[in-house]
């Protein structure tokens, strides 16, 4: 078990477990945006839309183990709080989504490759996938908000 430092005065320590719930949102939500921009690009494709839709819920899933796995603890007889969580929580709620914002990221990247002006080579695959050349204006500007994003 793994525990955090700071303690909180709270009356009843089960409010933890219950403002962790929280978690399960902001985390999901906001990278359904990035999925539905893969789905955009790989429209036609249903096995990578297939594939992404399991890797979003499998975050959604991962963040389902963070309330799960935390618990609020007493410190003695006082009022104050602190809050343990789980090792196995804590590495799926962090592990699940460094993974599909990596997929994501190399999915889109690879995406607007394709659609490039350039002829295929290491070099120019390259140039396009990480500095967004000879791309569309729109298209560079979608792969440097996923750069930006996943930095």
């Not at 009356?11 to 403002?19: A, F, K, L, P, T």
């Not at 309330?67 to 969580?85: A, L, R």
């Not at 290491?122 to 930095?151: H, I, W």
């Amino acid at each position: 078990m793994l525990t955090s430092p700071p303690a909180t005065p709270v009356h009843d320590c089960d409010y933890i477990r219950y403002v962790s719930i929280l978690y399960v949102f902001p985390i999901p939500l906001g990278m359904l945006p990035l999925v539905v921009r893969v789905f955009a690009l790989y429209g036609n494709n249903k096995y990578v839309i297939a594939f992404f839709s399991i890797t979003w819920l499998s975050v959604l899933g991962a963040c389902v183990a963070m309330p799960i796995g935390t618990v609020g603890k007493s410190i003695g007889t006082t009022k104050y709080c602190y809050q343990i969580i789980s090792h196995l929580a804590q590495a799926l709620s962090s592990f699940c989504p460094l993974v599909h914002d990596s997929l994501i990221f190399v999915a889109t990247s690879w995406a607007f490759m394709k659609h490039s002006y350039s002829h295929v080579s290491f070099k120019n695959t390259l140039r396009v996938m990480v500095f967004g050349r000879e791309l569309p204006s729109f298209s560079r500007c979608m792969l440097r908000d996923g750069q930006v994003y996943y930095a």
